[in-house]
């Protein structure tokens, strides 16, 4: 049964429903729909299309649809209903009769899609928000377990600067925040309903659309029912907040890849989380990781997909349209699971601290030190810059770190040069000279981690 035969003498071919039908993945919106519906019912009863006989009976067969469904999901799959506006009529009419026929009085599935996928956009923004959160925490937890620990930072992926592990996780805290904050804001302005919309030109009963759309939690009626029924922004919205998360996510994920590789190796993913190789016997490789990063380019992927269906579109409603879910829908739970697998395993990384130290001490990471340490005693920092590089080039040639070259070799640098370079070489004093708010010296990690701590507590 389909919801639209009267106007047709030629049969549906089957080719045609197999292409054209949504129900095996809309589906998913089916508590959604549900909730329109019982919502629905009460503006109908309240228009006097429905006694008080029939809307009882609706918002219980309704009910018992709801309960069927959180039981089995994939219950409408079942019956070979077009897609889920259709199975709910269709089963309801199985299961009461033909007061069902009345339900989709004054509505349209374009109102009705379009309100269906801003309740699920928004359910799954919710839980988009506490996966989010999860990470967060975890990258708290590591940076105060690493709150001391010094480990290299790179530029061009180059050793540039000692900088601390806790000063490292804290930068993915800034971004992940950022996203909990993008997300707040897209949901601000998914939560209008284009309920009472109709198919384009608003409904033909005269419903009260702020009463309905509070009714269904939104914070008011979408103003304009062309808008209403073809504004697909907000899934171009959330699958943007997505992706750009997904590339933190995929970022902190190189990361991890990299300082555990056997190049810089202080990093290590626990056994419970890696996974070996068929063939060769001493590996151990960090998927996960690899593959939150390869799920970035498939969420990416969605959100170009749907612009790209969007940007020739007429209004209002075309079938196009239809093409917004299964994309959103994937990269909705693929963001989902990596912030949830990533919360998991951050706790199974741990930092070899001799290993992240001795990386540190490499690849002349402290040379900017030694100019700081020249402009301290009043040398231009180009000219600092100069000799700290000619030093640099020194311990190149003879294989050794700056520290390593003696009083006597530096001082050919500059006569500036004293005993106390040494001390200004050493990590400690390259860390605590970044002394400023965002630098990585102790305190401001500290202070850093505090105020952050602070910002999530509760949340
Ligand atoms: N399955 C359709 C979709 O997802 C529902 C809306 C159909 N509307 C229509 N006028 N054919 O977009």
């Known amino acids: 049964m389909t919801m639209w035969g009267g106007r047709f003498s030629g049969v549906t071919a089957q080719e045609f ?22 919502a629905w019912v009460d503006v109908l009863h309240e228009q006097q299309v429905l006694s008080v006989d029939e809307m009882e009976l609706l918002h219980q067969g309704l ?50 899609v379009a309100t269906d996928l801003r309740l699920y956009a928004l359910s799954a923004s919710l839980q988009a928000g506490t996966a989010l959160l999860g990470v967060i925490e975890s990258l708290l937890h590591f940076a105060e377990r690493y709150e001391h620990q010094v480990m290299p930072g790179y530029t061009h992926l180059q050793r540039a600067q000692p900088v601390l592990v806790a000063h490292w996780a804290l930068a993915y805290v800034e971004m992940l925040e950022r996203d909990f904050q993008r997300l707040q804001e897209a949901s601000t302005r998914m939560n209008i309903s284009p309920l009472g919309s109709g198919a384009l030109a608003g409904s033909g009963i005269a419903i009260n659309r702020t009463e309905l759309a509070h009714a269904l939690g939104f914070s008011r009626a979408c103003r304009n029912s062309l808008d209403a029924v073809s504004d697909r922004d ?3 919205e959330l699958l943007s907040v997505a992706s750009l998360s997904m590339v933190h996510l995929s970022r902190i994920s190189e990361d991890v890849i990299f300082y555990a590789s056997g190049e810089a190796g202080f990093f290590t993913v626990s056994d419970a989380v890696a996974s070996g190789s068929s063939l060769m016997p ?28 969007l ?33 998991y395993v951050i706790p199974e990384l741990s930092v070899d601290a001799a290993k992240a130290e001795s990386a540190a001490r490499l690849g002349y990471s402290n040379a900017t030190d030694l100019a700081d340490y020249l402009v301290d005693r009043g040398m231009a920092f180009r000219d600092a810059h100069e000799v700290s590089g000619q030093l640099v080039m020194a ?18 640098g500059s006569q500036l040069i004293q005993e106390d370079v040494y001390q200004a070489l050493s990590l400690e004093a390259s860390l605590a000279r970044r002394n400023v708010l965002g630098g ?11 105020q952050a701590k602070l910002r999530f507590q509760g949340k």
């Open 440 to 450: 990585t010296a102790p305190k401001q990690v500290s202070e850093a981690l505090r």
């Open 282 to 309: 001493q590996k151990k490789n960090p998927d996960v990781f690899e593959l939150v990063r390869g799920k970035c380019g498939r969420v990416i992927g969605h959100l170009q997909a749907m612009l790209i269906t």
């Open 395 to 412: 311990a190149i040639q003879e294989g050794v770190a700056l520290e390593e070259l003696s009083l006597e070799k530096l001082q050919k």
């Open 234 to 236: 907000f899934v171009v």
């Open 17 to 38: 429903r197999n292409f054209n039908d949504s129900l095996r993945f809309d589906y998913k919106l089916a508590p959604f729909e549900l909730q329109c519906c019982q």
């Open 311 to 343: 940007k020739g579109l007429p209004l209002a409603y075309n079938k196009d349209m239809q093409e917004d879910k299964e994309g959103f829908f994937d990269a909705l739970q693929e963001w989902h699971q990596c912030l949830s697998i990533l919360a």
């Open 63 to 112: 009910a018992q649809l709801q309960t069927d469904i959180a039981a089995n999901p994939e219950l409408p799959l079942a019956l070979g209903a077009e897609d889920i506006h259709g199975w709910v009529e269709s089963i309801l009419e199985q299961r009461i009769g033909l007061v069902a026929r009345k339900l989709h009085t004054g509505r349209s599935r374009n109102d009705l």
